[in-house]
């Protein structure tokens, strides 16, 4: 089989990207690479917001304040930026009116016949309820079917995480099944949805759907 015109030109498709802006409640949201220099804003505000991250991110070794130190930062910069390189991730920094406003994420790319990824994001407290999350999940998976070359997205939730379940649902996922004792978060063995969509599934795009309900403008 012949490799897929992505394939030869790019080893990374769909990156790097800037996506957005698009206007949602919070302001103006707009989607960008990871930096080496977010360290200062990502650590300031995840060791502020453990209560409103931890319960719903996977289990890391040693406590929270060493992991998400200004210095733990730059090792995960390199990893990331090193599988992006790879066509492996595509990791976003996610910005509203030019203020770090949490990460986006597509990863575990794999190619070939399989064309799939997953999506994992998260948002400052200080921003939440204003449609940040929904808003960077169509960007970035509009981006990811449109450019990245890819063919569908999924996304695991937790069933007690009801703002992520909204925001996947608002965006245009769908719910596939339960995975039970799926992934280690907050320390134990915890209960996923997955959800995923596929290229033909989106219409007119992601983001184009946000907009006609009026949940998002074009800037
Ligand atoms: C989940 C998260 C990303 C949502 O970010 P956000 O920018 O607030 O998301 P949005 O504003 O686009 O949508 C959230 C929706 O959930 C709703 N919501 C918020 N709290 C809720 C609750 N306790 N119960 C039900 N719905 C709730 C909001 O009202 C909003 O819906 P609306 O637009 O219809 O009003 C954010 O809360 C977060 O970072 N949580 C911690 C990390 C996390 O859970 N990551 C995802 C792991 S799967």
């Not at 130190?69 to 066509?87: I, K, N, V």
């Not at 009116?97 to 990824?117: C, H, M, P, W, Y």
């Not at 999506?119 to 400052?124: A, F, I, M, T």
Request: proline share 7%.
């Amino acid at each position: 089989m012949q490799p897929a015109a992505y394939d030869l030109e790019s080893r990374h498709p769909g990156w790097p990207a800037r996506l957005g802006p698009l206007r949602v409640a919070a302001g103006d949201l707009a989607i960008r690479p990871i930096r080496l220099r977010d360290a200062g804003d990502w650590s300031r505000i995840r060791l502020r917001d453990q209560e409103h991250l931890e319960p719903w991110e996977p289990t890391g070794p040693g406590p929270w304040r060493d992991r998400n130190s200004f210095w733990s930062w730059p090792p995960q910069w390199t990893a990331l930026r090193s599988l992006a390189r790879r066509g492996q991730c595509l990791p976003f920094t996610i910005m509203v009116d030019g203020e770090f406003a949490g990460q986006i994420t597509i990863g575990n790319v794999i190619r070939a016949s399989l064309r799939s990824a997953w999506v994992g994001y998260w948002v400052s407290s200080s921003m939440v309820k204003g449609g940040v999350a929904t808003g960077a999940v169509a960007l970035v998976v509009d981006h990811a079917f449109a450019v990245a070359g890819l063919h569908r997205i999924e996304a695991t939730v937790r069933p007690e995480n009801a703002p992520s379940i909204k925001v996947l649902t608002k965006a245009g996922f769908r719910q596939e099944g339960l995975f039970r004792r799926y992934l280690d978060v907050a320390g134990d063995w915890r209960d996923h949805y997955s959800y995923a969509v596929t290229a033909e599934e989106t219409g007119p795009g992601l983001v184009a759907r946000l907009v006609a309900t009026g949940r998002a403008e074009y800037r």
